[in-house]
């Protein structure tokens, strides 16, 4: 397992935007976002592969975008969001998995960062 340390969260408006971060402390092949809103379950948003490949939920999708930067010894995965809504308040929680597929299925990943708290007012 690897640890995880997320930041970046905050308030914001609606149409605003928020960058999350999170830094792995060892190797991971999937590094991925999941939220998790009062009374929900939490629900997988997107993903990526060491090699680069992505998925996303429909509700994120085009609003979203997840980076990575795994060269130099050294594993980082940033989260864009724009164009906020108040759905999108929730705690945000960076993950890592292992392939050979990356997905949104949450029982798919061993190592959870402890999250950080996104706030979208209307």
């Known amino acids: 397992q690897v640890q995880l340390v997320e930041s970046g969260g905050g308030s914001v408006q609606a149409g605003g935007s928020l960058r999350l971060s999170c830094v792995a402390s060892?190797?991971?092949?999937?590094m991925g976002w999941f939220r998790q809103a009062p009374g929900k379950a939490r629900e997988g948003i997107t993903t990526?592969?060491?090699?680069?490949?992505?998925?996303?939920a429909d509700s994120v999708l085009r609003r979203f975008t997840i980076t990575r930067d795994n060269a130099n010894a050294k594993d980082i995965v940033y989260l864009q969001m724009n164009s906020l809504k108040p759905e999108d308040t929730a705690m945000y929680y960076c993950a890592a998995g292992w392939g050979p597929q990356c997905t949104l299925d949450r029982t798919k990943y061993h190592s959870w960062g402890q999250g950080t708290q996104v706030t979208v007012s209307s």
């Open positions: 060892g190797y991971t092949y999937c």
């Open positions: 990526m592969s060491d090699g680069g490949s992505t998925s996303y």
